[in-house]
């Protein structure tokens, strides 16, 4: 299936503070919250090396049907 992003925002704690990812990654965590009728809520948190959250999100996408292969 095929998802387009409807609404996507993310919300800061504050300024990334440069120790946050010294070798330049952070980790991600995404949830789904719920999925029903074709549209899909997700939820994220970035957090720094250390443990601090560093942002949270969310994101709502419209999951389409696939099309059928052409012949």
């Known amino acids: 299936a095929v998802s387009a992003t409807a609404d996507l925002r993310y919300d800061f704690f504050g300024p990334v503070p ?3 990812a ?3 990654w952070t980790y991600f965590e995404f949830v789904s919250r719920d999925s029903h009728g074709g549209w899909t809520v997700e939820d994220a948190t970035a957090w720094a090396q250390d443990g601090r959250p560093l942002a949270v999100g969310r994101q709502l996408r419209k999951v389409l049907a696939a099309r059928a292969p052409k012949s």
């Open 22 to 24: 010294p070798d330049g």
């Open 18 to 20: 440069e120790d946050a």
